[in-house]
């Protein structure tokens, strides 16, 4: 009774059995998941799949992650995309009771598809769900969790009465083991395959994989039903070195660098360093055999791949070949990340020298003599070759340390300022440099192409912004890299230095204001250049007038306010280019003041001669005319209106626009504000009507509307007192508002012509804002500033090279690179990660094309040929690189299939050389080895290697497990390799009886 009494004794162990295990918890989850994915009941689908539609259809798969337990795995379902059937093929689909998959068993229409997953490669099915282990579980080796899986599989596919096979992958990764089930109504088909690492002797044929196939399926029908046979054999070809390289040695004489591939300078290199083509797969295939129709075995072979009647080739291209042009983009963008600045690059000492060097002249004189290659020589004087000569033995002090050569520094910048190669005048020079500017315009106008820089916000082809990306982009390949870019920049500063101090234009730069369509760079430059050129038009403007004076007075000095006005001829005097800074506290006064500084005219052409007017009685005289205007004449006098000399608007670099604006808009919206705004931006309007004043005496602001702005002159008929009909004109209503300031800008206005102005646009500061902005750029600066001319050189050169190798595919895409480039360079801040992903489309363009061409050099395809045969080849070679496995026309007896034929033989030949050490015999043993092997039938070599897979494929539809059982397909795969030998078989059963 103690015991009994005792509490632990009345608790008892309770097992339930009701309660789910988790064995079968996966198979309801199983189940679940193939009725979300709708995979319950007869597959809907075509029947019979078009011919290679397993190839140019689309594939689809979705996963779902499921547990057995805590071991994680993926369910996974593959289908072929496509429509569902017809209702007459639904019809027959009812009346049939094979699942699909056992339909596309024995279908033939899809054998070997070239890029499919390798379950529709060995069984042909259109739709398949997967099970596997997780990405980071161990692989199922053991069998009884094998044959685990497999029970799970069954009883699920049975549940659900699902006819879409599904496999469970077994064993490690690598060896791709299935193991699978696919169940009808009272039908089944299972899925097992056999790896193993070598192949049996017995069954390295036909005839052994023939006697497996026959007693899987262990059918006692006499005869046999005939079995379908489809074989292929895949032969490689390796061997490309009988032929050229891919890029053609350097011509020593003409390059500076002679590495492999390289270019001079303004070319981009191109193409490919290795060969882009690694290896040429030919499929030899025997669709349709039956037994007893070719005979393999260990002693005999029919199977001759010339005798083969389909042939199909595909490329293994070689993983990221190296590329130039791509590689020289790269080492460029990768400058950008560089934070150094020139005097850190090229260190101080180097910086002082140089200052040292500019300062002491003393051996200047005798370096008159010497031609100075690098520098422009249209005016030859002591001070201009004393300069020449500083500059010559500064660069030659520096040989034994410049980062870049002196030979390729001076082919630089002759390249960049080809004016500078031969002596010629002033005059010549600018002749040439205004040819060199607009020269070729209307032939690049009717080039597409040329106008892409517009796009991309780069700058013209061949300007010297376009060239200096050729040319830093080049250094910074083959000569140097960063401090080779950090020499180049300086030099190409002091060379325009040089040049506006010398007032030489520069070259390869159009005329006229910054395009603001361009890089910013190329604004800096345009800029630098319309200073040179108001600089040049002010000085031969002085000469003049100063010849004038001595002719006329016979003295210096005299005569200061009855000059001539020198003007253009177009009717507009050229004026600098940059927009004139006043501070917000200036008044009209202080901005009309002519006595400070003068703008003086170019020419006297086109001024008109004044004639004595009242205006000149009274004591004022007309200045600055270039010619009457519309016939009109003055209001309140009969003299005609004349048209004055005025200066030209400052134009303006996209920076200081931007500049302008803020200080524009840093004035707020107070009365003061606005009105102060309005005074700042009409600095060229009190110009122009001090101009007028100067050409009209007498002249009242509504002359200066009607010239200026006529519609804001409203002119009306009245009738006076007499009854005649007369025009009457007044100022528009916007005029005549209190405070205008167009009013007060009148009233202020002083009787000075343009030549005796102050300035709007002073050149002199403008051009040493703009060098000193060049010499403060760091190379990583320059290299941003340069990113969009190169980047629209390398798209010209990838069109450029893709024409001549006609690749569609190639094409479109440049074209969607191009419209892609636009949208990354038109912002200020680059986004960087963006432009790398850019760069590497471009190097995968440039990989493609080099490929092209390699395969039209192996199959003898050039520039020059015509005729039906090379465009089939041409279109051939095309073919290869955008599909995954082309046809051969014709197979072995074909164009191409000759060309591949003799690719193997010479292969084969070079291959049996090399082996026989044939280079080192001498001429007797030669002729012997020679005469050997043509008695001996044994060494002849053959025209292809041994095939390095073949794979064979057996399929018949035969009754099974009895003879009264239901015929249902077979199938059996055989892949034989030289390490792999792999047999997948597909085998179904009648169940209704068993």
């Known amino acids: 009774m103690a015991a009994d009494s005792d509490p632990e004794s009345e608790v008892f162990e309770i097992t339930d059995f009701t309660t789910a295990s988790e064995w079968e918890r996966f198979v309801s989850r199983v189940e679940e998941v193939l009725n979300d994915w709708k995979l319950i009941g007869k597959s809907p689908g075509k029947l019979s799949l078009e011919k290679g539609e397993y190839t140019t259809g689309t594939w689809g798969e979705k996963s779902q992650d499921i547990n057995f337990a805590d071991f994680k795995f993926f369910i996974t379902h593959y289908f072929l995309k496509q429509e569902c059937e017809k209702d007459d093929e639904k019809d027959k689909l009812e009346e049939d009771a094979f699942p699909l998959a056992m339909q ?14 390798c379950l529709v490669r060995w069984y042909g099915i259109r739709e398949f769900v997967v099970i596997s282990p997780g990405a980071n579980c161990e692989a199922i080796i053991s069998e009884s969790k094998c044959n685990l899986l497999l029970s799970s599989v069954s009883i699920a596919l049975a549940n659900s009465g699902c006819q879409v096979p599904m496999f469970v992958q077994i ?15 009272g039908l089944r088909t299972d899925f097992e395959i056999v790896h193993l690492r070598k192949v049996p002797s017995q069954y390295n044929h036909l005839s052994g994989l023939l006697d497996i196939f026959k007693s899987k399926i262990g059918c006692t029908l006499s005869p046999l039903p005939p079995i379908n046979i489809a074989i292929r054999f895949t032969y490689i070809l390796q061997d490309w070195q009988q032929y050229s390289w891919p890029q053609q040695p350097p011509d020593f004489d003409t390059l500076l660098g002679g590495e492999v591939g390289g270019v001079e300078f303004g070319k981009l290199p191109f193409g490919a360093c290795e060969e882009p083509i690694s290896e040429l797969h030919l499929a030899t295939t025997w669709p349709h055999l039956t037994e007893g129709i070719v005979v393999d075995n260990e002693v005999y072979s029919d199977l001759d791949p010339l005798q083969a009647p389909h042939w199909s080739v595909r490329v293994r291209t070689a993983e990221n070949p190296q590329c130039l042009l791509g590689d020289l983009l790269m080492e460029f963008f990768k400058l950008c990340s560089k934070k150094e600045s020139t005097e850190e690059i090229l260190g101080r000492r180097l910086a002082e020298d140089e200052s040292k060097e500019n300062s002491d002249i003393s051996s200047a004189l005798s370096k008159l003599t010497e031609p100075a290659a690098t520098v422009p020589i249209s005016k030859l004087s002591v001070s201009n070759m004393m300069h020449s000569a500083r500059k010559h033995i500064r660069r030659h002090r520096r040989i034994d340390e410049s980062p870049l050569n002196t030979d390729v520094l001076n082919s630089v910048l002759l390249y960049l300022f080809p004016d500078a190669a031969v002596e010629k005048s002033s005059e010549s020079s600018k002749n040439r440099t205004a040819q060199a500017n607009s020269g070729g315009k209307a032939e690049q106008d009717k080039n597409s192409d040329y106008n892409l820089f517009l796009q991309l916000k ?22 140097g890299g960063l401090r080779a870019v950090a020499h180049l920049w300086q030099e190409f500063v002091l060379e325009l230095r040089y040049r506006w101090e010398n007032n030489y234009l520069i070259y390869g730069l159009a005329s006229g204001p910054p395009d603001l369509r361009c890089c910013l760079l190329h604004q800096k430059l345009q800029m630098l250049n319309c200073c040179i050129e108001r600089k040049r038009a002010r000085d031969e403007a002085r000469k003049v007038l100063e010849g ?19 003007e253009s001829a177009t009717g507009t005097a050229t004026a600098s280019t940059s927009a004139r800074e006043v501070s917000p506290g200036k008044s009209w006064d202080s901005w009309s003041d002519s006595e400070d500084e003068f703008f003086e005219c170019l020419s006297d052409q086109g001024e008109v001669e004044a004639p004595h007017t009242e205006g000149e009685k009274n004591g004022s005289k007309a200045e600055g005319r270039l010619h009457p205007y519309n016939n009109m004449t003055l209001l309140n006098s009969t003299e005609p209106l004349y048209v004055p000399v005025t200066q030209e608007p400052a134009p303006m670099t996209e920076d200081l626009l931007e500049e302008q604006s803020e200080v524009l808009a840093k004035l707020g919206t107070s009365a003061e504000g606005t009105h102060l705004r309005a005074r700042m931006q009409s600095a060229c309007l009190l110009s122009d009507m001090e101009s007028f004043k100067a050409a009209n005496p007498g002249c009242v602001l509504e002359d200066f509307v009607r010239w200026y702005s006529p519609r804001d002159y409203i002119e009306e008929e009245v009738v006076d007192e007499k009854g005649n009909k007369v025009v009457k004109g007044e100022l528009s209503a916007r005029m005549k508002i209190p405070g205008n300031m167009w009013v007060e800008a009148w009233e202020t206005a002083r009787v000075t012509p343009a030549r005796r102005q102050r300035r709007l646009f002073d050149d002199t500061k403008e051009a040493e804002k703009v060098l000193h902005y060049l010499a403060m750029q760091k190379p990583a600066d320059l290299t941003r500033h340069l990113l969009p001319c190169i980047l629209h050189a390398a798209i010209l050169k990838l069109k450029e090279e893709e024409s001549v190798e006609d690749i569609p595919s190639i094409k479109k895409t440049i074209q969607q690179a191009a419209s892609q480039a636009s949208k990354l360079l038109h912002p200020h801040n680059y986004d960087y990660k963006k432009l790398e992903d850019f760069i590497n489309q471009l190097m995968a363009m440039e990989t493609v094309i080099t490929q092209a061409r390699s395969l039209k050099a192996k199959f003898a395809i050039s520039e020059g040929d015509k005729g039906e045969d090379t465009g089939d080849l041409e279109k051939f070679v095309s073919s290869l690189l955008e599909e995954p496995e082309v046809v051969v026309i014709g197979a072995g007896q074909g164009p191409a299939g000759s060309i591949i034929h003799r690719l193997f033989v010479n292969a084969q030949r070079l291959a049996d050389f090399t082996s026989d050490e044939a280079a080192l015999l001498s001429p007797l043993d030669e002729d012997l080895g020679h005469d050997r092997k043509q008695t001996g039938g044994s060494n002849k070599v053959p025209d292809f290697p041994f095939p390095a897979g073949r794979e064979i494929l057996l399929r018949t539809c035969v009754p099974r497990p009895a003879p009264y059982s239901k015929a249902l397909p077979q199938r059996l795969f055989c892949v034989l390799m030289r390490e792999e030998f792999r047999l997948a078989g597909a085998f179904s059963s009648d169940t209704s009886f068993f």
């Open 104 to 117: 596309d068993l024995l279908c033939m229409n899809n054998d070997f598809p070239p890029r499919a997953h």
């Open 171 to 185: 064993q490690q990764k690598w060896r791709r083991m299935y193991a699978g089930e696919c169940q009808g109504p």
């Open 458 to 479: 780069s700058a013209p082809i061949d300007s010297l912004t376009y060239r200096l990306a050729l040319c830093v982009c080049l250094v910074n390949y083959n000569h």
């Open 548 to 566: 004038s004076r001595e002719t006329e007075h016979k003295t210096s000095g005299s005569g200061q306010n009855s000059c001539p006005s020198p």
